[in-house]
């Protein structure tokens, strides 16, 4: 079993920049590929970006291309999400989740943290 917890959310001004990272415990995080997701208030949980074990693929979702980047160390046992040009809408709480394959669907990642909020004003 493995222990997600997510740190480096906070409240940023819009245009301004936060990474978070998501560390793992009680097992190697190489085991797993990564996906980040987010929910805003009032809204169902969103698809953010995934990696695979090795690190070698990514993925975002369009919403967040150009901006956001997902990478990890497994050495570190730790998964990164560098967010840049950030928005209000980008504001919500961010969970990292691991799984047995690389996907964007939050069903099929068996592992969750407790998610880190994440505020952008305007």
């Known amino acids: 079993q493995v222990q997600l917890i997510e740190s480096g959310g906070g409240l940023v001004q819009a245009g301004g920049s936060l990474r978070l990272s998501c560390a793992a415990s009680?097992?190697?995080?190489?085991?797993?590929?990564m996906g980040w997701f987010r929910q805003a208030p009032g809204k169902e949980r969103e698809f953010v970006a995934a990696?695979?074990?090795?690190?070698?693929?990514?993925y975002v979702a369009d919403s967040v291309k150009g901006r956001f980047t997902i990478s990890r160390d497994n050495a570190k046992n730790t998964v990164y999400l560098q967010m840049n040009s950030l928005k209000p809408e980008d504001t919500a709480v961010y969970y990292c989740a691991g799984g047995p394959r690389y996907t964007n669907r939050a069903n099929e990642y068996d592992h969750w943290g407790q998610g880190t909020q994440v505020t952008v004003s305007s």
């Open positions: 009680g097992r190697t995080l190489s085991s797993y590929a």
């Open positions: 990696i695979s074990r090795s690190g070698g693929i990514t």
